[in-house]
């Protein structure tokens, strides 16, 4: 009985061996196996498309010719050398645009639709106000000078202040640029409201 199981043994296929291959082969298709000719074809997929020769002449043509969704100012015959606005066919000085008030006694080159502040010299008085309302006093030892008063907790790393100052003088800060925006937003809607008024055809 013993002898019986080297000779079962031997007589089993050798994995590797021929007998073992086509074992292998000629088992079921499993969850993960594809049987022979069930398998995707390259036929299924779809065939590319090339893109149109006219396409790629109109590109080439606006390219060649410039044509873009910023193009250069068509005022004095084509020979202003500054981009037009976006959307319009001038630059900003043809458009008859005023310029900047500027800021703080600065003289601002930039031209405004409305004659308002141009985004830069807004941000500099949103921080020349910031600056003004809430005055930071660093310490030399790394603790926090207080927001509303003396503190003397540790400030918080890369800040002046600790976890509670920073909070208080977050909330202070958000309401400086509130009041500070509406004032800005009232200045604008009285000078649109000016301009109305002066271009407004008589009534008789």
């Given at each position: 009985?013993?002898?019986?199981r080297?000779k ?5 296929p ?5 007998a ?7 088992q ?8 022979p000719?069930?398998?995707r ?5 779809p065939?590319p498309?090339p893109?149109a ?8 043509d ?9 193009p ?7 020979r ?16 008859g ?5 500027g ?8 031209r405004t ?6 985004a830069?010299?807004?941000d ?14 660093e310490?030399?030892?790394?603790t ?28 202070d ?9 509406a004032?800005?937003d009232?200045?604008?809607a009285?000078?649109?409201?000016q ?10």
């Amino acid at each position: 009985m013993i002898s019986g199981r080297p000779k079962a043994a031997a007589a089993m296929p050798v994995p590797g061996s021929a007998a073992g291959t086509t074992a292998v082969l000629h088992q079921a298709p499993g969850p993960d196996r594809t049987a022979p000719g069930e398998g995707r074809r390259w036929e299924d997929a779809p065939t590319p498309t090339p893109t149109a020769w006219a396409d790629l002449e109109q590109q080439r043509d606006q390219l060649r010719r410039g044509i873009d969704r910023h193009p250069i100012c068509e005022a004095d015959d084509g020979r202003c050398p500054t981009l037009a606005v976006v959307g319009e066919t001038q630059c900003a000085e043809h458009l008859g645009w005023p310029l900047c008030p500027g800021h703080d006694g600065h003289t601002c080159t930039a031209r405004t639709r409305t004659g308002g502040q141009c985004a830069t010299c807004q941000d500099e008085a949103r921080y020349a106000r910031l600056d003004a309302a809430l005055p930071v006093a660093e310490t030399d030892d790394g603790t926090c000078p207080g927001h509303n008063g003396p503190c003397g907790r540790a400030a918080l790393p890369g800040a002046p202040y600790c976890g509670c100052c920073r909070v208080a003088s977050q909330r202070d800060r958000d309401r400086v640029i509130r009041e500070w925006e509406a004032v800005r937003d009232a200045a604008v809607a009285t000078t649109q409201a000016q301009e109305a008024q002066e271009t407004a055809p008589a009534r008789f």
